[in-house]
């Protein structure tokens, strides 16, 4: 089982391990978020988010690298989710949370009318879900600090393997492929500065009628220096 986006291919461990690009694998054990929610294999965005960030086109391949046959039930299947990780984060399915994902017309054609399922020969792969073309997970509030967890991916997934004369193993092998996103910091708006006004030279009338004042009594020393002379 591998998970693709438009940037990164990942991989379920039991199946397939495939490097990635834009998802790192990690040990589970590196972060309280996944063995708190029974991840089997564990991935970190390299990409941190930002709020009113879309993650889209994304879609499974299902790799089948045993020897044996391997078949899964739709209504078994249970579709991924991005779960928030803070009450700083809110993440929203946009356009709507309806039908968000969708099976492949490759998938479909893997299906057995006598087993009832979908039949993935050994050694072969399918893509076999993927969202919906314009339809994405969006990060619609991020007060979460920089570099802290902010949503969880979840890709759960229930396989069965057939073994000898189309002998299905009862209990379904039960796998959480996770990816984990990190803040790329709230941002903060500043708040406006208050400065006080530099104070102007005052110009009202009463400055006028001193100006004129002193112009007076200039005039009149002047007038008497020449009298006398």
Same mark, same amino acid.
């Given at each position: 089982?591998?998970?693709?986006?438009?940037?990164?291919?990942?991989?379920?461990?039991?199946?397939?391990?495939?490097?990635?690009?834009?998802?790192?694998?990690?040990?589970?054990?590196?972060?309280?978020?996944?063995?708190?929610?029974?991840?089997?294999?564990?991935?970190?965005?390299? *990409?941190?988010?930002? &709020?009113?960030?879309?993650?889209?086109?994304?879609?499974?391949?299902?790799?089948?690298?045993?020897?044996?046959?391997?078949?899964?039930?739709?209504?078994?299947?249970?579709?991924?989710?991005?779960?928030?990780?803070?009450?700083?984060?809110?993440?929203?399915?946009?356009?709507?949370?309806?039908?968000?994902?969708?099976?492949? *017309?490759?998938?479909?054609?893997?299906?057995? &009318? *006598?087993?009832?399922?979908?039949?993935?020969?050994?050694?072969?792969?399918?893509?076999?879900?993927?969202?919906?073309?314009?339809?994405?997970?969006?990060?619609?509030?991020?007060?979460?600090?920089?570099?802290?967890?902010?949503?969880?991916?979840?890709?759960?997934?229930?396989?069965?393997?057939?073994?000898?004369?189309?002998?299905?193993?009862? *209990?379904?092998?039960?796998?959480? &492929?996770?990816?984990?996103?990190?803040?790329?910091?709230?941002?903060?708006?500043?708040?406006?500065?208050?400065? &006080?006004?530099?104070?102007?030279?005052?110009?009202?009338?009463?400055?006028?009628?001193?100006?004129?004042?002193?112009?007076?009594?200039?005039?009149?020393?002047?007038?008497?220096?020449?009298?006398?002379?």
């Amino acid at each position: 089982m591998r998970i693709l986006s438009s940037v990164a291919i990942l991989s379920v461990a039991s199946l397939l391990v495939v490097p990635a690009f834009a998802y790192e694998e990690v040990e589970c054990a590196s972060d309280a978020v996944f063995s708190a929610n029974t991840c089997s294999q564990c991935f970190v965005e390299s *990409d941190t988010k930002s &709020e009113g960030d879309n993650i889209g086109l994304l879609s499974d391949l299902w790799v089948n690298n045993t020897t044996f046959d391997k078949i899964m039930y739709k209504e078994e299947q249970e579709m991924p989710e991005m779960l928030s990780l803070s009450a700083g984060a809110t993440w929203s399915q946009t356009p709507s949370g309806a039908d968000f994902w969708e099976y492949t *017309d490759e998938f479909d054609a893997l299906y057995s &009318e *006598d087993e009832g399922g979908y039949i993935l020969p050994a050694g072969k792969e399918v893509t076999w879900l993927k969202s919906k073309l314009g339809y994405a997970y969006k990060l619609t509030k991020n007060e979460v600090a920089a570099n802290q967890n902010v949503g969880l991916l979840v890709y759960p997934v229930a396989i069965h393997n057939i073994i000898g004369e189309a002998e299905i193993t009862p *209990d379904n092998e039960e796998h959480r &492929e996770c990816v984990l996103f990190k803040s790329a910091g709230a941002e903060v708006t500043p708040e406006p500065t208050t400065e &006080e006004p530099t104070e102007l030279p005052q110009t009202g009338p009463e400055n006028y009628l001193f100006l004129i004042l002193i112009a007076l009594i200039l005039a009149y020393g002047i007038s008497a220096m020449r009298r006398r002379s």
